[in-house]
């Protein structure tokens, strides 16, 4: 490659967007590349960037907004990993709630950077449950229309709609589905995966590394609606110390935990986008523990399971939902409670944060390139 491709995963809070990255990672390490990747977030203390490190990757952390907002700080974290690592590919993960990208972010990079970068097409991840649900071909619990009007923005400037997770559908739902998106966003070629079995991944990998972006207009954004929508949503994170004077399993104190958080927020009719965990002992290694709830109505799985128990470790929570973050709050505080006494553990926050995230204001946004 003459120049570095930095690629752009997008989509929707819960849509498997780690876990996809990590396979186009993994696959092209495997192809003898180096590869960078750039985690986001409004704050600091990532479940994302925990895992991905674990995999051995250099990772860069950009906090405090998205991408949009932080464009300068997105291209200094490509410059580090250049410096450290200098990576053939990029992958770049934007928060689950931005849209946007293609202008604020796709269209400044290429025209300011255009002779260090090599632009992907955008690709933008959908969970086949909840766009089902959104597009109004299955029932079930969704988000509220400001909320909706975000993850349908994100669609509408996808190059390359990915459904993950085809498993989670039968095959004439995941049919309709694949029409459904390809009749409603015609500017999107539909791509169906399954990013942790692996089914799909290579076709998908070339078309990122080998399409070439289109070069069409800014999509008109309500700014102020887009606002209103990321206004709704509750954000927590937090790292905990936890500890036992005798070994206990962690993996069944994160999906307790997750049970405890979903059971008291759909009490509260608030709606999970995405509740993440990890859990690490506190000695140095590589076993780790991930657990995920995409939905309020959904189950969750364990990714990465510890394959020891564990007398201490460090647990890292990110919750995001459709919620006060107050009541995230005391439903975050009052299921670890619960959870330590059940599994005879004691529990120590180190961190603990819970916000709004605030109006979008890119650095920069262009019509076009």
Avoid at 42 to 66: K, N, P, R, W
Avoid at 129 to 157: C, D, H, M, N, P
Wanted: hydrophobic share 40%; aromatic share 6%.
């Amino acid at each position: 490659m003459s120049k570095t491709r930095y690629i752009m995963v997008g989509g929707f809070l819960g849509a498997g967007k780690t876990t996809a990255i990590l396979k186009i990672a993994e696959r092209l390490r495997d192809q003898g590349l180096r590869v960078g990747l750039i985690t986001n977030d409004q704050s600091y203390g990532l479940v994302d960037t925990t895992m991905l490190s674990s995999h051995g990757f250099a990772v860069e952390e950009i906090t405090g907004g998205c991408f949009c907002c932080r464009f300068n700080s997105l291209v200094d974290a490509a410059e580090r990993l250049s410096v450290e690592t200098t990576p053939d590919v990029f992958i770049a993960e934007p928060v689950g709630s931005c849209t946007d990208l293609k202008a604020t972010v796709d269209y400044p990079l290429r025209r300011i950077y255009g002779d260090q970068y090599a632009i992907a097409p955008l690709s933008v991840l959908v969970d086949p449950i909840r766009a089902s649900r959104v597009l109004g071909l299955e029932t079930g619990k969704s988000f509220s229309e400001k909320v909706i009007y975000i993850y349908g923005k994100q669609l509408e400037e996808a190059e390359i709609i990915v459904i993950n997770k085809v498993d989670l559908l039968a095959p004439e739902q995941l049919d309709a589905l694949r029409q459904a998106l390809a009749s409603r966003f015609p500017q999107a070629q539909v791509q169906v995966i399954s990013a942790r079995s692996g089914m799909g991944v290579e076709e998908w990998i070339g078309r990122i590394i080998d399409g070439v972006p289109k070069t069409a207009g800014a999509m008109a954004v309500d700014y102020e609606e887009y606002a209103d929508g990321e206004a709704l949503l509750g954000w927590l994170n937090a790292t905990l110390e936890v500890r036992s004077p005798t070994p206990f399993d962690g993996n069944e104190l994160l999906l307790g935990l997750a049970g405890q958080i979903q059971a008291r927020l759909r009490a509260e009719f608030a709606e999970v986008a995405h509740l993440k965990m990890t859990l690490a002992p506190e000695e140095e290694g590589n076993d780790l523990a991930v657990a995920n709830l995409t939905r309020g109505d959904g189950t969750a799985e364990l990714s990465h399971r510890l394959q020891e128990p564990l007398e201490s470790g460090r647990l890292i929570l990110n919750l995001r939902a459709e919620a006060d973050p107050e009541l995230l709050r005391a439903t975050v505080l009052a299921a670890v409670g619960a959870v330590a006494a059940t599994a005879g553990v004691t529990q120590c926050v180190e961190h603990l944060e819970h916000f709004r995230p605030g109006k979008p204001t890119p650095t920069h946004r262009l019509a076009g390139i």
